[in-house]
T-cell receptor, first 112, second 114 residues
């Protein structure tokens, strides 16, 4: 069974641009969560989607948004990029909220 | 405030020696506790979790952890470390209500010397 797939693996953007990251969960998993990982702040929860509905949201500005499609694939978008948005963005999927999380390898975003 | 503290940023252990990684938490609800491992350039892999019941939890790769409610701790242990255990280890706390919104510690980097 294929794992959680995140694309692209690496991304370089400049300040002010916007970016969209993609996550394909494990087949059959309906819950997708996003985390931001930085050396300074560590791992921080961004949001969780289940059955196309945002179920939970972390403490991030409105520039960070996401969505989930009917096939459970998810995208997250960051608008008006700032230098501090440089991070590894991790996606995790689970059968349902509260079930075991399976993480992808992440998208490394660099904002210049 | 809800938080997870991993007091040791970096630990070096000799191959074959025992290991204990510390984790303390502060959480309002009944906690679910997790240990994850991350190898360079990779995502996180769940080692073990505690939801309820027996306070000594067995995980994969020979790891175990003990939940001590009175000390708000969930320390990870392994009796004999292998070179392949070198990685970064994260303790996390959540709850039934929080779903997948886990709070992670800052991590402990484990180096294994031969």
């Amino acid at each position: 069974k294929a794992g959680v797939t995140q694309t692209p693996r690496y991304l370089i953007k400049t300040r002010g641009q916007q970016v969209t990251l993609s996550c394909s969960p494990i087949s059959g998993h309906r819950s997708v969560s996003w985390y931001q990982q930085t050396p300074g702040q560590g791992l921080q929860f961004l949001f969780e989607y289940f059955s196309e509905t945002q179920r939970n949201k972390g403490n991030f500005p409105g520039r960070f948004s996401g969505r989930q499609f009917s096939n459970s694939r998810s995208e997250m978008n960051v608008s008006t990029l700032e230098l501090g948005d440089s991070a590894l963005y991790l996606c995790a999927s689970s059968l349902a909220p509260g079930e075991k999380l399976f993480f992808g390898s992440g998208t490394q975003l660099s904002v210049l | 405030a809800q938080s997870v503290t991993q007091p040791d940023i970096h630990i070096t252990v000799s191959e074959g020696a025992s290991l204990e990684l510390r984790c303390n938490y502060s959480y309002g609800a009944t906690p679910y506790l997790f240990w994850y491992v991350q190898s360079p350039g990779q995502g996180l892999q769940l080692l073990l979790k505690y939801f309820s019941g027996d306070t000594l939890v067995q995980g994969i790769k020979g790891f175990e952890a003990e939940f001590k409610r009175s000390q708000s701790s969930f320390n990870l242990r392994k009796p004999s470390v292998h070179w392949s255990d070198a990685a970064e280890y994260f303790c996390a706390v959540g709850s039934d209500q929080a779903g997948t919104a886990l709070i992670f510690g800052k991590g402990t980097t484990l180096s294994v010397s031969s």
